[in-house]
């Protein structure tokens, strides 16, 4: 597609319950990130695939945070049993190249979670 | 620690004036870039300076890029209203070969017509 798509753009759920959050990359772009931003923060790295590479996880808060790409495309982030910290906006970017050619993330507008 | 802190945390200026905004880093890089997001949601790719490069202009937009002090500048001249906005600084830090980005926590650009 022409840009990076999320769904929902809005999601609003009752702790404990599970969320998935889903993101559309750029076609062709080989690098898909995931990272979170509370009410007036930065941006919270999450998770990162790369081509067929094992995914960098290093920046899932709990276990209770998974994500997964399928056919090296559409990724899905889930949050099992949220809880009201979790309350933010995912933000999902695919980037085209790595490393010294690196040139920059494309990002999606965002899903806004919200746990009452 | 904050790999990327920004400074200021906010900036309130007129229309018309330069707004200067700085990032400092801990880590040696391969690329610092600037994003610029509008009402918390997605960021848009504003330029992408690399760890050889002292400066780069695009539009009304100039980065200064020192290594040696690990900082960087975002000048925006001739300010617009719709130039309102959160700017953060990224990098691409030197070990990491993946294109992992570590952002700053921003600042908060007002500029008032």
């Known amino acids: 597609g022409a840009g990076v798509s999320q769904s929902p753009s809005n999601k609003v759920t009752e702790k404990g319950k599970d969320v998935e959050l889903r993101c559309d990359p750029i076609?062709?772009?080989?690098?898909l990130y995931w990272y979170r931003q509370s009410l007036g923060q930065g941006l919270e790295f999450l998770i990162y695939?790369?081509?067929?590479?094992?995914?960098?996880k290093s920046g899932l808060p709990s276990d209770r945070f998974s994500a997964e790409r399928t056919g090296g495309s559409v990724s899905t982030l889930t949050i099992q049993r949220t809880q009201q910290e979790d309350s933010a906006v995912y933000l999902c970017?695919?980037?085209?190249?790595?490393?010294?050619?690196?040139?920059?993330?494309?990002f999606g507008s965002g899903t806004r979670l919200t746990v009452v | 620690s904050q790999q990327g802190e920004e400074d200021p945390q906010a900036l309130s200026i007129q229309e018309g004036e330069n707004a200067t905004m700085n990032c400092s880093y801990k880590t040696s890089i391969n690329n610092l870039q600037w994003y610029r997001q509008n009402s918390g949601r997605g960021l848009v790719h504003l330029i992408l300076?690399?760890?050889?490069?002292r400066e780069k202009h695009s539009g009304r937009l100039r980065v200064t890029l020192d290594t040696s002090k690990k900082s960087s500048s975002l000048l925006i001249t001739a300010s617009r209203a719709a130039d309102t906005a959160s700017y953060f600084c990224a990098t691409d830090l030197y070990y990491n070969q993946g294109g992992k980005l570590i952002f700053g926590q921003g600042t908060e650009l007002s500029v008032k017509p």
């Open positions: 695939f790369q081509g067929n590479s094992a995914p960098d």
């Open positions: 300076i690399r760890s050889n490069e």
């Open positions: 970017a695919s980037s085209f190249s790595q490393g010294a050619y690196f040139g920059g993330y494309t």
């Open positions: 076609s062709g772009h080989t690098a």
